[in-house]
């Protein structure tokens, strides 16, 4: 601030020079305010005074030094619905000509208002004031409030200009008060937990994937508490760790976009006791543009605002935390194993991150890190338009959530480093390209397949994780006892088609291959072809189709013919030739099995009639076929139980078609809350759904009547078929799933 615009700038300077003066002589500004209070009131002509301090403790600031007896303390919510709590809030210098015109206030912010109880039963009337932010390097320690010119006169632009120069020196001596640092880290160098070298080594690394605490919680080793305690001396407001059980995210939230919230790096808090207070928690508190622009939001509710590290924010908002690792965790490492061929790219998009080529490779591990430890499906790279953020997904549990935000001007390196890895194309953008690559984390090998397509905003990218290993067991399948009994029944054929259908996503491989396990005995030759083999089981031979060399799945299968097979896996019949090859090789003394992508059993039956088969040798070839969905499990540690509405019940006997359904409104449901352990989402894990056909007589019959799909459903439901709706209603009964999830997969 300039002083030579205030007329009276060297009579005022050298008063406000003797004020401070003795202020910087007494121990505290607490002691010396009786000694000064006058000569302050003189030096702004005023009435009264009133020195707020910030209570790290609570959400209100409080009067510190005020003039006058008639009023023991003050205090006021640090917010936009008082004077002083405001200017704390938004740090703004506010000069009032009248507090009771409420239209002036208004203008202000909309939540502005006086409260009059302050002075309701005194004789003392406030008119006008100036407000101003104490604050010593944009760290808010206090507000200091001038109140009434006594000529009776409103205070002008000049007389806050003083008060802001005024405010700028008390801020030096309430620094010195409060123990404030100069710098959010500068606890850590005078505690010798960190070397000044080291801290401009990590500044220098840092960048907006990679956060400077995060490096320093990482590689320096320090833990969440001692980071928190530097950024606590420097910003004066608390720290907050990750401590789901205490806070979890505010219901305001659900007004905001997740992706706001995650790239302003943000989070909306309760502690669980009243939702009438929220906790913003800011990885910089003094950035008020940040807070300010979604204070319209907040209403009239209490606000605390404090500050946290950046990941701790992130898990907050239950997304991965990119990169976290405890200070007592081994660093991970990603090996590259293999790519999908021999010829090597050049790294030309490295550049874009200003030469740090090692930054492109660090967020690329990370992505693939994450996607491990998060258990995720895929992972996707979406480009943005112009120079918006490139969102990175993670398909988890088969619902999307989004994982980080990458700049625009990075998009192309992490783009390029993947393909490298994939050996993929690097400088061709124009079309799509697939590809994959294994790498080993933590000890695991792990294979990607990666799919790239040109859109308007750029290239876009999905990674599919295939999760290779071991089969699970056929009891943990989650058939209930009728589908159970009568498919060990079907696996004792000697010969027949039985096929596992659904979506893609649905689980297919995963049940294929349980199946298998139990097929796999000595006594048996079992081959496969899959595209791609992900679960590998000692005993099988598991072939690889190479469609570009002309292995392909109906060559595979005529290829078996001559290897002497019991039992054949075909991955998927895609077209008319491989189901033929299909039902040929059932007739002919092999049990088959394989996956079409139908939404129901019935449904696959008029499919595979549609490719023009021939229905005799169909309807003898099969054995039964297995339709399946997954859905999300409720989590086991929050699920909430409740009593079903009387519609509610209705609807479920309904849709399980059974009208004797034991289920009333006394009847003891669950729905989803959300916890740590699930990430507040309510689900954790998935679990399948199922509707089985067994083939009978009657199933054949119509088969070769080329019967609709509504007269096989409604035989094979006479014969005991729980469809997928009937099947999910049971599992809704025991308490694993509620109805949402079974909605979102199963029609009616």
């Not at 303390?73 to 506010?94: N, W």
């Not at 406030?126 to 320690?141: A, D, G, N, R, Y």
């Amino acid at each position: 601030m300039s002083q030579d615009v205030l007329p009276d700038a060297p009579q005022f300077y050298a008063s406000l020079s003797e004020v401070l003066s003795l202020i910087n002589q007494s121990s505290s500004f607490t002691d010396a305010f009786p000694l000064v209070e006058h000569a302050i009131l003189r030096l702004f002509k005023a009435e009264r005074i009133t020195v707020y301090q910030r209570n790290l403790a609570s959400t209100d600031i409080f009067s510190r030094c005020k003039s006058g007896d008639d009023l023991t303390e003050i205090r006021v919510p640090v917010s936009t619905t008082s004077i002083a709590g405001y200017v704390a809030f938004s740090r703004k210098p506010l000069l009032i000509r009248d507090v009771d015109n409420e239209q002036e206030l208004k203008k202000i912010h909309p939540n502005l208002q006086y409260n009059k109880s302050f002075t309701a039963n005194i004789a003392f009337q406030l008119k006008s004031m100036m407000v101003v932010p104490i604050e010593h390097k944009q760290v808010l320690l206090g507000v200091l409030q001038i109140i009434n010119r006594v000529d009776g006169s409103s205070f002008d632009r000049n007389d806050l200009q003083k008060a802001e120069a005024f405010a700028q020196r008390l801020a030096q001596k309430f620094r010195t008060d409060f123990g404030c640092t100069n710098g959010p880290y500068e606890y850590l160098l005078n505690e010798q937990l960190l070397e000044p070298y080291q801290l401009q080594h990590f500044i220098k690394q840092s960048s907006s994937a990679y956060p400077l605490t995060r490096l320093l919680r990482n590689n320096a080793k320090l833990t969440s508490q001692q980071i928190g305690r530097s950024l606590e001396s420097y910003y004066q407001v608390p720290f907050v760790p990750y401590e789901p059980d205490h806070y979890r995210i505010h219901p305001v939230c659900e007004n905001i976009k997740l992706s706001y919230l995650k790239s302003n790096n943000l989070a909306l808090l309760t502690d669980g006791h009243s939702e009438d207070q929220v906790v913003i928690l800011i990885d910089d508190p003094n950035d008020t543009a940040r807070v300010l622009a979604i204070s319209h939001l907040l209403g009239t509710r209490k606000v605390r605002i404090c500050v946290g590290l950046v990941d701790d924010i992130h898990q907050y908002l239950g997304l991965a935390a990119l990169g976290f690792q405890d200070s007592n965790e081994e660093t991970d490492e990603v090996e590259l194993l293999a790519s999908s061929g021999d010829r090597l790219g050049e790294i030309e998009e490295v550049d874009e991150l200003d030469g740090e080529g090692s930054d492109v490779v660090q967020l690329v591990n990370q992505l693939l890190l994450d996607a491990k430890r998060w258990e995720a499906s895929d992972v996707h790279i979406e480009p943005g338009k112009g120079r918006e953020p490139t969102r990175v997904r993670l398909r988890i549990d088969g619902d999307c959530q989004e994982s980080i935000q990458i700049p625009a001007n990075h998009t192309r390196a992490i783009i390029s480093r993947i393909k490298i890895m994939a050996n993929m194309d690097i400088s061709e953008r124009r079309i799509p390209q697939d590809g994959k690559f294994s790498v080993r984390i933590q000890g695991r090998e792990l294979e990607f397949r990666v799919a790239t397509l040109p859109t308007v905003n750029g290239e876009a990218m999905v990674l599919r994780l295939l999760q290779s290993g071991e089969p699970i067991p056929f009891s943990r399948l989650n058939f209930n006892t009728r589908n159970a009994r009568e498919l060990r029944q079907l696996l004792t054929r000697p010969h027949g088609l039985l096929l596992v259908v659904g979506p893609t996503g649905s689980g297919k491989t995963t049940t294929l291959h349980a199946l298998l396990s139990e097929l796999n005995t000595p006594d048996r030759k079992i081959w496969t072809a899959e595209d791609p083999v992900e679960i590998t089981q000692s005993g099988l031979m598991q072939v690889q189709v190479r469609p570009k060399i002309g292995l392909d799945f109906a060559a595979a299968l005529r290829s078996f013919l001559r290897a002497d097979p019991d039992v054949i896996l075909i991955g998927e019949m895609r077209d008319r030739e491989t189901a033929k090859a299909a039902i040929d090789a059932a007739l002919t003394g092999h049990l088959v099995l394989s996956t079409l992508h139908t939404n129901s059993a019935p449904e696959t039956i008029t499919r595979l009639l549609g490719l023009g088969l021939d229905p005799d040798n169909f309807s003898e070839a099969l054995v039964g076929v297995v339709a399946q969905r997954l859905v999300r499990k409720l989590c086991s540690s929050c699920k909430q139980p409740y009593q079903p509405s009387a519609e509610e019940v209705e609807l479920l006997v309904r849709k399980s078609g059974d009208p004797n359904l034991l289920l009333t409104t006394q009847s003891t449901l669950y729905k989803p809350k959300g916890c740590s352990e699930c990430g507040n989402t309510g689900y954790r894990g998935r679990m399948a759904i199922h509707e089985l056909l067994v083939s009978s007589d009657k199933i054949r019959e119509l088969i070769n009547l080329n019967a609709d799909v509504g007269q096989i459903t409604r035989q094979a439901m006479e014969e005991g078929m729980t469809t997928l709706l009937a099947d999910g209603v049971d599992k809704i009964l025991a308490g694993e799933l509620d109805y949402h999830q079974l909605k979102r997969v199963a029609a009616d």
